[in-house]
Every structure is written in C-alpha cells, then in structure tokens.
C-alpha cells in the first residue's frame, strides 16, 4: 500500500501530487496532469496506485511504479470532486462532488457503473467501511449518511449536526467512525463518535478546538492502554482524546503551520499531519513521562 512508505501531498498551486517517503521526508515522485488544484487523493489497498481528485471535476489514477502521466481519467461530476474511497477488495471506487452526485466506478474498466444524487448533499468526504459493502459520507448540509453500495443507496442517515461535517473516518474493525464539525470561536469545532452497528448512536463527542477540525482519525490500539482518537484543527493543534470518556489528553500546537488540513497514521507511534504554510508535519508519540506528542520534522 502506497502510503505505508510514501504520504501523499497536496500541492495546490503546481496542481500536482507528491509522493514522499515519509520517514525521511525525500521525495519519491511527481504526477502532473491535473488542470486545478487537488482535493483528494485516495490509495488501492496493497498497491501502488491512487487515485486523485482535482476542482478540474476530474479523477485520475495514478502508479507510484510505472508512468507520470495517469492510468485512467474519470469523468462524470459537473464541479469539484470533494470526495474519495476505494472498495476493501480494491474493485470500485466510489467519488463525490458539490454537485450533490455519488458515482460508483468499477476500478479495473474505470467506467461508471452506479450513480446517486440527493438535494442539497454537498459531499465533503468519503471513506469505505471496512469488509462491508458501506460507504461513509459527510455533508454540509450537516448530515452523515451510510449508503450501501449495492445500488448505491442511502442506508441510514444519522441525526443532522449543527455545523457543517468536514470529514469521517472509521475504526479498522468497522463498529465506529467519527465525523468532524466546521465551526469557529469555539462554536461547533468538534468531533463526533457514532456507532455503527444496530443502535446507530451517538456515542460522545470531543470538544475543545476554536476553529473547523478539520480531519481525526483513530489511533492504534498498541500507542496506549486506553482506545485514543486524534484530531487536526484549522486552529493550529493536533489534540488526542480519550476516545471512551471525551477528555483532551493532549495538545500540540504547530504555531506558524496555519490551519491543519488532514492526519493520516504512519505507524504505530507515528503521525503526519498536513498544513497549509509548512507542509507536512511528522509527529510522534511518547509515553517516557506520560501521553505526549511531539514534531520531529517537517516537509
């Protein structure tokens, strides 16, 4: 898998995507073909292709190991594709846009073979549940909803937010997700935790942030006794949260980075957090004298 070696970067300004080796921070290759700036970038499972997606409302698949130029290009949203998942078993990948449209494609013929629309359903993110035939969506108009992707219909749509949902991740055993509020001043700015299974709950929710958080994820179960969750906010921090009771454990602030745009696991101490003025930051955990997390680079 593409980003077990290499963190992908959003370079809007050369609308190109950059793999790193994310350990050293050198880069591993460029890929141009984008018109506009990249919004998403998503990996294949156990490969070393991805996919990107651009404001040019264009898909491109892309091969760490082969060509700069990309594999396929996916056509079929009428504005920006905001949106990115890849199947468990790699054979479809599902995109969303501000045209309020899912389209499903089958990966191997890069053809459409699914589409959905829904009023008012500006799709910020999309992640695929793990083993399931689920796809995770969020939305500004404050929702999120599990479509199923046999037909690619609505199959629960949770209680509305009060802010916009930026983001959703799921837990690797596919029980859990969390989704992120837009926000600022301290109003809205939080994250979320929702059963996935039969009650289909709210479970708690991580207040603390000042402006949009912007991405979470769940940490691995090996960094600490308790189940954790990080969170990456445009004000600045990475904060990490007792993911049972909702208590902040703690903060680090990347002063001069400006907001933080998304955080992605590296290893099992590991973290790398996306910015807009200094890259991206790879950040590692300590428990020497207590949950700590810390900078030790940045690209």
Known sequence: MLL??????????????????????NVVKRFKGHEHEITKV???????????????????????HGSSQPRQQLCGHAMVVTGLAVSPDSSQLCTGSRDNTLLLWDVVTGQSVERASVSRNVVTHLCWVPREPYILQTSEDKTLR?????????AHMFPAKQHIQTYCEVSVDGHKCISCS???????????????????????????????VASCVFLPRALALM???????????VKIWNQDTGACLFTLSLDGSGPLTSLAVGDAISLLCASFNRGIHLLRMDHSQGLELQEVAAF
């Open 4 to 25: 077990l070696r290499c963190q992908l970067k959003q370079a809007p300004p050369q609308k190109t995507v950059v793999a790193y080796n994310w350990k050293t921070g």
């Open 227 to 237: 189940p954790l969750i990080a969170t990456s906010s445009h004000d600045c921090k």
């Open 182 to 212: 837009n926000g600022f001043g301290g109003e809205g700015c939080e994250a979320t935790l929702w059963d996935l299974r039969q009650t289909r709950n709210r479970i708690c929710e991580y207040k603390g942030h000042f402006q949009t």
């Open 42 to 64: 998503a990996c294949i499972p156990k490969s070393s292709q991805f996919f990107s997606a651009s404001r040019d409302r264009m898909v491109m698949m892309w091969d760490l």
């Open 146 to 154: 599990l479509w199923d992707s046999r037909g690619l219909q609505v």
